[in-house]
């Protein structure tokens, strides 16, 4: 306890400057949303673009289309082939990197500001003029598929494909980001131009800036890099009408330790018990090694090394998920004492001890998210891609600590139902031998879930 109670002290230390931090607006071209914290006590520069391009907008048959187009946003731009390109990044110490998740892909960019400009220009090449070479197209091709055969090998990436699967039944974000085999293959440099000239578009497309740089400098910067590109933005991922497939679903798979994703309905950003749900998670299952979940599962039983679960907010649905692993012996009995535990939580709620050990954690630790211009860059452009106003860093902490007992046991009530949960076990669930002694199972990797950033 007293270990713990200096971390919280460590913690609250660093409210202070988050919440002084100012997040300016700053003026763009039609359809964007720009936002800066400007910081000149270091001369670097951090940047973070999310584009409304990602796996949700794949067409049917070419799944993976996003996943192969924002691979090649650093293969090459303008007049510069894939060598030039990444050797322009490196003569100026120029971070690069681009992912794509089932809402956007999205592009972080980290310079010196003595070298801003020429990181701004090659940003601008890369969404305005990516030159998408047939070389650099097949390479990608290969590696995807290479990286998605590999998956098909590892339980706890089987298991996370599957859960969506079952759980969007039919809605675009049922496919893995990194999309299919058949679909990677069928994707073609047509198909790949295509899509990027309707989906790396300004707008809808979210830019945070962190760091040392002017609000003037920056709209010079953004004006450039964007305004060559379309005003338009493709149309919205349209909410799922099924959501949910209750019940336990098996992947045979020849493995010691499956793996197990678990999940049912959760709360999107704009309705009222999200605070509250977000609270109620940190206790159920996302609080580490003071959740519930941690408590009964690992250690009064000892069925695995970790278990956890997370509120998940994408553009079109919100989800409570989880995760665990466990001996082939013991993972069915790890879920049962997890739907027990959600039956519980719904039915008696959380306690006054368990709602202010959450609340001293979450706002103590929010300060984390901005201990560099890299985060603040990237936390700050997930608030943008969650709808949230550029004030909401300083109004964060004070939405948790206003959150109720009864509130967290509502939320409790209306969504951790056992009867909603959809779980995937990717493995051979076995009954332990008679008399063989129960035992911890070894460390394993957590099964992989693509989440959105929430905090």
Known sequence: ???????????????????????????SPSGMDVWLSEEHSLPMVSIS???????????????????????????????????????ALE???????????????????????????????????????????AEAVERMRFAILAGLKEDEEDP??????????????????????????????????????SFAASHLVRGRAKVAVAGDITPDALAKHIADVFGALSPNAPQATSKPTHAGAPGMKVIAMDVPQPSAVFGF???????????????????????????????????????????STSLADYRAAAIVVGTVASDKTTITSALDVTKQEMAKFARSGATEEELADAKTYIVGSFPLNFDSNAKIASTLNGFQRAGLPPDYVEKRNALIEA??????NTAARKYYDPGKMTVVVAGTPQKPAPGEPKKRPPPTAEPRIDKPPTE
């Open 1 to 27: 306890m007293r270990v713990r109670a200096l971390i919280i002290v460590a913690l609250l230390a660093l409210i202070a400057p988050a919440q002084a931090m100012t997040v300016k607006t700053v003026p």
């Open 49 to 87: 673009v999310a584009l409304p391009a990602g796996s949700a907008y794949d067409p049917p048959g070419k799944e993976g289309l996003s996943a192969i187009t924002s691979s090649l946003l650093d293969e090459g731009a303008g007049d510069l082939d894939a060598i030039a390109f990444r050797r």
């Open 403 to 408: 959150v109720t007992l009864e509130q967290v």
């Open 265 to 307: 309905p959760g709360p999107k950003r704009d309705e009222p018990d999200f605070f509250a749900t977000y609270v109620a998670n940190y206790i159920f299952g996302g609080g580490g090694f003071s959740s519930r979940l941690m408590n009964e599962v690992r250690d009064k039983r000892g069925l695995t090394y970790g278990i």
């Open 156 to 193: 706890s990436t089987v298991a996370g494909k599957a859960w969506f699967q079952a759980y969007f039944m039919g809605h675009p974000y049922a496919h893995d980001d990194d999309g299919t085999q058949a679909g990677i293959q069928a994707v073609t440099i047509s198909d790949i131009k």
């Open 91 to 133: 003569n100026h110490a120029i971070r690069f990197g681009v992912s794509n998740d089932r809402d956007y892909i999205v592009v972080q960019v980290q310079t010196l500001t003595a070298n801003m400009n020429e990181a701004f220009r090659l940003l601008g090449l890369a969404l305005a003029h990516p030159r998408f070479d």
